[in-house]
């Protein structure tokens, strides 16, 4: 469908949908400082993730959100916040291994959707993230380690502020 549109204007689907850089290595300088933002980015998270998937107890934070020691918490509490952190850590490790693949293949060569794709993927965790601790530490006395999702985000948008300044694409 889209590509009888493409016919329809006159122009290749190259044109509607850019795919690759014209020009120049795909893997410029911008491009290299991009890629090591989000791999950092990416780091953030997968330390996030797996710190969430293999605690055997909730953070110190949590204790101070909750009032009371993780021994003092019912078991069938324990049981609950230990799947919502097995949750937000499997999540995480999945967003870790799609920017994986797409930094190590398509980022790299250049293609055009990739370069939106591995910020939205992280900015949407770490929006999630930032949102549960923020709304912890805004209604009780804990502070939560809200400066890792905020760093991730930021160097997530660097990456693709960085990335997005790359020659035009095929057909533009």
């Not at 250049?110 to 900015?123: E, F, H, N, T």
């Not at 400066?147 to 990456?159: D, E, Q, R």
Request: aromatic share 10%; charged share 10%.
């Amino acid at each position: 469908m889209q590509a009888g549109f493409a016919r329809s204007l006159g122009c290749s689907m190259e044109y509607i949908m850019p795919t690759t850089f014209e020009r120049g290595d795909p893997m410029s300088t911008k491009m290299k400082i991009a890629f090591v933002c989000h791999l950092l980015a990416t780091l953030i998270v997968a330390g996030f993730g797996v710190t969430y998937l293999l605690r055997p107890e909730f953070m110190p934070y949590h204790a101070v959100a909750v009032g009371m020691p993780w021994v003092e918490v019912p078991p069938f509490f324990q049981v609950l916040i230990l799947a919502l952190m097995r949750v937000i850590g499997g999540a995480c490790l999945a967003v870790v291994v799609m920017q994986w693949i797409l930094l190590s293949v398509p980022f790299r060569q250049g293609v055009v959707w990739a370069l939106w794709a591995i910020p939205a993927g992280g900015l949407i965790i770490c929006a999630g993230a930032l949102y549960g601790m923020l709304y912890v530490g805004l209604n009780t006395s804990a502070t939560p380690p809200w400066i890792a999702p905020v760093a991730a985000a930021l160097l997530l948008l660097a990456g693709l502020l960085l990335s997005l300044g790359q020659p035009k694409a095929i057909g533009s």
